[in-house]
């Protein structure tokens, strides 16, 4: 069992950065490809950002390309998703998700555990 605690959401201004958190607890974090995933109001939970379980490779959205990165920290048991140049339409609830063993994936179903997300708000 993994417990995935996200932290660092909230309210920012069109343009403005965040630095989203997940920080894991559990199980040995690097047996673990993470990703983020984001659910806006009335529609479905979307893939934002990936990295396998050393950190060596990374996925990214389309739309987020260019201004979120996603990086982890296999000594503290974190992964982080830098966000910059947000846009109205990046609002979200933002989740953390654990792969036992994976590569990194797009997919939710991939996924073995998930946080129970932060919320971010981007102002027009």
């Known amino acids: 069992q993994v417990q995935l605690v996200e932290s660092g959401g909230g309210l920012v201004q069109a343009g403005g950065s965040l630095r989203l958190s997940c920080a894991a607890s559990?199980?040995?974090?690097?047996?673990?490809?993470m990703g983020w995933f984001r659910q806006a109001p009335g529609k479905e939970r979307e893939f934002v950002a990936a990295?396998?379980?050393?950190?060596?490779?990374?996925y990214n959205f389309d739309s987020v390309k260019g201004r979120f990165t996603i990086s982890r920290d296999n000594a503290k048991n974190t992964v982080y998703l830098q966000m910059n140049s947000l846009k109205p339409e990046d609002t979200a609830v933002y989740y953390c998700?654990?792969?036992?063993?994976?590569?990194?994936?797009?997919?939710?179903?991939?996924?073995?555990?998930w946080g129970q997300g932060t919320q971010v708000t981007v102002s027009s």
């Open positions: 998700a654990a792969d036992l063993y994976g590569a990194g994936s797009r997919f939710r179903d991939t996924y073995d555990y």
């Open positions: 559990g199980r040995t974090f690097s047996n673990y490809a």
């Open positions: 990295i396998n379980r050393s950190g060596g490779s990374t």
